[in-house]
């Protein structure tokens, strides 16, 4: 299985797209690689590599259930079993389905001893695949991005990210991904199989929060973890500093605030490649010198 990375952080707003966009920029300074935004619900790896329009669209379906009335015995298993209420059921009447609160789980399908329910599909978002050259540097971004106004994120993070792997199988590349916010179902989905989590964060006390609770989560997993204090200078990181210790964390690193990263952020561009001689750029490369041999295989 080729070498899969993961940035995480819990709180939004932390910096982990701006971590893992410079260091899949500097990896594309090597090999070719695959970048994969699982922020399926507001995606903005594209932004901040200056993506102007994202690649091929492919849908990405989930299960959804058929009922064939003619054989329904009307005994609700089907509705027993739903535990998001998609399936509503009222006394002697057939039951019906709402698909936007459907997660296609499959468990009405198991439930239904009588075959009345079959396998059907629908379309929840959609996966962009979009070749990404700045100078030197080329890799593939892979774009999750959400329906508007669907329940369910992990079902389409669980999709692109299935499709991510398979495609970093079969070209034998590395891939990154690239979380969204918080430390819900779809959180750990996006980590599985990951060689290394890379847990970003700001010296907040939000971010401390988040941070241990990701940190719960990691360790839960038996994953290898590093934490990122982004943003460093803007408020105390002593206590970060700690919580990696308490948490056993491999390796803590800090990436300083500074005004070129937020002029790359505006304009598009990887502040190691629009600043390179700065501060904040030596410490991003100092960050991707101790991940190549795990990233780069």
């Given amino acids: 299985m080729p070498p899969l ?9 932390t910096g982990k797209s701006f971590i893992a966009t410079n260091i899949a920029y500097l990896l594309g300074l090597e090999r070719r690689h695959l970048l994969a935004d699982l922020d399926v619900e507001a995606p903005n790896d594209h932004i901040l ?14 299960f959804f259930p058929r009922i064939d009335y003619s054989k329904c015995t009307l005994c609700g298993a089907c509705a027993k079993v739903c535990d998001t209420g998609a399936i509503i059921m009222s006394k002697n009447r ?35 695949t979009t070749p990404v050259t700045i100078g030197e540097s080329a890799f593939t971004l892979i774009t999750g991005v959400l329906h508007q106004g669907e329940e369910h994120t992990a079902p389409l993070v669980h999709g692109v990210k299935s499709r991510a792997l398979r495609r970093a199988r079969e070209d ?13 179902n779809s959180i ?14 700001e010296p907040t006390p939000l971010g401390l929060h988040d941070l241990r609770a990701i940190l719960e989560i990691t360790r839960g997993l038996g994953m290898r973890t590093w934490v990122v204090l982004n943003r460093a200078g803007i ?4 206590p970060h500093r700690r919580l990696a210790r308490e948490y056993g964390v ?7 605030y500074a005004k070129e990263a937020v002029e790359a952020y505006v304009k598009g561009v990887p502040v190691v490649a629009y ?3 700065s501060r904040v750029a030596e410490k991003i490369r100092e960050l991707y010198d101790l991940m190549r041999p795990i990233i780069a295989g």
């Fill in 250 to 256: 491999e390796h803590y690193h800090e990436v300083p």
């Fill in 188 to 201: 750990s989905i996006a980590i599985q199989y990951s060689d290394l989590v890379v847990a970003v964060t």
């Fill in 275 to 277: 600043a390179p001689n």
């Fill in 49 to 62: 590599l200056g993506v102007k329009e994202l690649g091929e669209k492919e849908p990405v379906p989930i």
């Fill in 94 to 128: 057939p039951p019906i389905v709402m698909p936007r609160l459907c997660s296609g789980c499959k468990a009405c399908l198991y439930a239904c001893v009588y075959d009345a329910i079959k396998p059907g599909a629908r379309i929840i978002g959609f996966m962009h």
């Fill in 172 to 184: 034998s590349v590395p891939l990154l991904v690239d979380t969204g916010a918080g430390t819900g």
């Fill in 5 to 13: 990375v993961s940035f995480t952080g819990g709180k939004g707003g």
């Fill in 235 to 238: 408020g105390d990181s002593d």
